[in-house]
Structure formats: C-alpha cells, structure tokens
C-alpha cells in the first residue's frame, strides 16, 4: 500500500481534531478546544499533518511546532507534540508496524532541515505500549531529559545545537492549611489538559469552596510557564496526581478531595 503526507485541511480537520476516530462519539467540548489551540498555535509555526493510506483513509496524524511554543525549553529546535498511527480495531483497524510511523518521522526531519531548525526534539513514554521511546531511539534520536516517566529525546542537525530540557518546577505550589490544595496546570495543546481543567476539575469542586484552594495556571502562555516551570498535571497538596494512572472523571476526583477532607477534619478533631 502507498501512502501520502499531507497538510491538515478542511477535508481533514474534523478527523484530526478527533484523533482519527478514537473519540466515538466525540466530545463537542473537546473538538472546541482543540479547534480554537490548532488555530491559535498555527500563527506561531504549528505544523500539522495527516498520513492517507492509497484508499483514502486517514490511517496516521501528527503535529510539531518551534520549540519555543512548546511544552520544553530549548532554543532553535522543532518539537514534535504528538505522532499517532491508528491502532485500534474500529474504523480502519489497527494499521500499525506498517512503517507509517517512519514515513511521518522522516516527513518533520525534511521538513525542519528545509526550516532552518538546528535538530528536532521528541517526548515519550519509558514504558512500551503508549508512545515509547524506545521507537526514537531506534531512529537515531537521544535521551537527553528525564521526568517520571516522560523522556526526552533528540536528534542534532548542526553542532551548535544544544540539547532540549524539560522545565523543572520553580515554585511553591499552594499550603492553606486546612484545605486541599489544587493546582492544575496545562498548556492546551492536546485538549485534554485544558478539558481536565474547565470541566472535570470545575465539576468536581462545584460546591466545595470551603474545602478546596484551587490554582488554575494556563501555560500556553509562555511566561507562566517560565515562571512556574510546570507545563502540564494535577497536583494535589503539592504532590502530582494520576499523572500516569488511568483519567479521572468529576465523580472520582470529587471523592478524592472529599476523603483528603475528612482526614484533615479528623485531624482538627
């Protein structure tokens, strides 16, 4: 089978808003979210694509941007924020191990040699089944950052490139006493963070005022993100929460809250 790269258009947008149909039925919440980030980002260089297999479907997508718009910290470098080859068994089915995922790689280092971009920096996961980095590094690429589970790796165009980083936490996250504390922050760019933070997070703590100190930190705005050096994660009483565990829906957060709660009204007692 052949394939070809193309642009993000009309035709393909609504797909790729919807991860290529991994969202059935998508959320209209969501694909709001993501619209209005995708246009916001395509005025500071967002590059975004989709792979059509030779029978018209749209079997692959991703999406890479100049570092300094994105999640890490590095000067001169493109980054790649997502890079998704179909795999599960509705709509087309699992397409992967077909080389589709090479076929997109090598599409952003072509293209970021043609920008002028000294390197291309890529996340993933130190584990195998979601987003492993294992793969980039079977295409050359290096470790060279490190955050739990998230791994940062490169590959140098010029040798004046310096290496990417993750940013590092720079403040004290909120200690009222006698609350829990929230802090949640993202940057938007996938939707998720900024769905679990407008609506999961909002839902969850209706209500719960005079329990709760909730920070709301947006950092897409790159100076937040400066200032704080978190990009993305919930953390509770100063502490990350769920940031590799399965999602958390409004009911359950809630409850979490309300347990940590009633231990600091037992506490007080």
């Known amino acids: 089978m052949m394939y070809a790269i193309e642009d993000v258009g009309p035709e393909t947008l609504d797909i790729f808003l919807r991860c290529l149909h991994v969202e059935e039925p998508p959320d209209p919440v969501m694909m709001d979210l993501r619209a209005e980030w995708h246009h916001r980002m395509k005025e500071h260089g967002l590059r975004a694509k989709v792979l059509r297999q030779d029978d018209g479907q749209i079997a692959g997508m991703f999406q890479y941007i100049p570092i300094e718009h994105s999640n890490y910290l590095g000067e001169g470098l493109m980054a790649i924020l997502c890079m998704w080859v179909h795999g599960y068994d509705h709509y087309i089915g699992d397409v992967q191990g077909r080389g ?8 952003v280092e072509r293209d970021s040699r ?66 829990v504390n929230l802090a949640v922050f993202d940057s938007g760019w996938c939707g998720g963070g900024v769905y679990f933070r ?44 769920g940031q590799d565990g399965p999602p958390l829906n409004a009911e359950k957060l809630r409850a979490v809250i309300l347990a940590r709660y009633a231990v600091l009204e037992e506490e007080d007692r």
Do not use: C
């Open 100 to 107: 589709m995922g090479r076929l997109m790689l090598e599409e």
């Open 114 to 179: 043609a920008s002028g971009f000294k390197g291309v920096a890529v996340w993933g996961k130190d584990f195998p089944y979601w987003n492993p980095i294992s793969f980039y590094e079977h295409m050359g690429y290096e470790r060279v950052d490190q955050s739990g589970q998230d791994v940062l790796a490169w590959k140098r165009f010029t040798p004046d490139a310096l290496p990417p980083q993750f940013p590092r936490q720079k403040k004290d996250l909120p200690d009222t006493p006698r609350k």
């Open 198 to 241: 407008n609506v999961v997070v909002a839902n969850a703590v209706k209500g719960l005022d005079d329990k709760i100190d909730l920070l709301n930190v947006d950092t897409s705005d790159r100076a937040l993100l400066d200032e704080w050096g978190i990009s993305s994660g919930l953390y509770i009483d100063g502490e990350p929460f």
